[in-house]
């Protein structure tokens, strides 16, 4: 690799590491060192194919979704960890509703099967549509459908304590308006 590639390497790593990290969290249940482990793999992929990356960004976020199913697929006869129920006021008025918020949703992906979680965390917190999460897992676009649905199931019973407060506290983008809206 000559210089100016490994500058340009570490500029991205630099300005990206943070927000790389975070989607490795959601995808991974909450698991720091499991989250760093991920980032830190996909970053070694694509400083292999450095020179041939046209989208660093894509690229590393692909590696890692497919990274992290590996890992699922690995990992089938799957015990579910479960956690203590969290009490029953999460929103204190003192301004900390939308961490408690996050805290609450970051406990409740991880009492998910790592399937769950991916197909949630790729559908709605990378905004992905059905299509492209299927193009990215390589399954169908039933799969994604069915498995989606399953999961958000399974969140609503695991986690009743959220109810409508996730849905409150973030405005959903106008990309998911009903079909046949208009703004």
């Known amino acids: 690799m000559d210089p100016q590639d490994q500058e340009r390497f570490r500029e991205f790593v630099d300005a990206r590491w943070g927000a790389l990290l975070r989607l490795a969290n959601m995808l991974t249940g909450g698991d720091r060192h499991e989250a760093e482990d991920l980032v830190q793999t996909a970053l070694m992929k694509a400083l292999g194919r450095w020179r041939h990356v046209e989208d660093p960004e894509s690229y590393v976020r692909k590696v890692m979704y497919r990274h992290q199913i590996s890992r699922w697929r690995l990992l089938r006869p799957h015990r579910e960890t479960t956690f203590a129920v969290p009490p029953a006021n999460l929103g ?4 900390t509703a939308t961490a408690d918020l996050r805290i609450a949703v970051g406990q409740a992906l991880a009492r998910l099967t790592p399937r769950q979680r991916t197909m949630l965390v790729l559908r709605y917190f990378e905004d992905l549509s059905e299509t492209e999460v299927a193009h990215v897992l390589g399954c169908s676009v039933g799969t994604v ?3 989606t649905h399953r999961s ?7 986690a009743p304590e959220l109810g409508g407060r996730a849905r409150l506290a973030a405005p ?6 009903p079909k046949g809206a208009h703004t």
């Not at 959903?172 to 308006?177: D, E, G, K, N, T």
């Open 92 to 95: 204190v008025p003192d301004g």
């Open 145 to 147: 459908r069915s498995t």
């Open 152 to 158: 958000l199931a399974r969140l609503r019973t695991l």
């Open 172 to 177: 959903v983008p106008s990309s998911h308006a």
